[in-house]
């Protein structure tokens, strides 16, 4: 079994500042792309930004230069520091991983958060 926990949603005013953790547990020999998706009211899900297991990050357009994400691979926790908030990043934040859960795996498995709401209101 592997679990993706959220945390850091809220409430918080535009231009503020909110951090989100994830924290993959349970059987797991290590972990490739780690990612954060947000899903609006009424919208599909996006991509907001993914690192990989080296480092290497991309970023939705619309989040470039206001969000960073980064990793402790040794913890299995990816984060997404988000700065300059707008009521536009209004949504459920959803947390992505793709995990190998044994040593001798060739194939791993993406897995999903349950999500975390964040709202950027006045």
């Known amino acids: 079994q592997v679990q993706l926990m959220e945390s850091g949603g809220g409430l918080v005013h535009p231009g503020g500042s909110l951090r989100l953790s994830c924290t993959a547990s349970?059987?797991?020999?290590?972990?490739?792309?780690m990612g954060w998706y947000r899903q609006a009211p009424g919208k599909e899900r996006e991509l907001v930004a993914r690192i990989t297991g080296g480092g290497s990050t991309n970023y939705a357009d619309s989040v470039k230069g206001r969000f960073t994400i980064s990793r402790d691979n040794a913890k299995n926790t990816v984060y997404l520091q988000m700065n300059s908030l707008k009521p536009e990043d209004t949504a459920v934040y959803y947390c992505?991983?793709?995990?190998?859960?044994?040593?001798?795996?060739?194939?791993?498995?993406?897995?999903w958060g349950k999500g975390t709401l964040v709202t950027v209101s006045s």
């Open positions: 349970g059987s797991i020999f290590s972990s490739n792309t």
């Open positions: 992505s991983a793709y995990i190998y859960r044994y040593s001798w795996s060739t194939i791993g498995t993406n897995y």
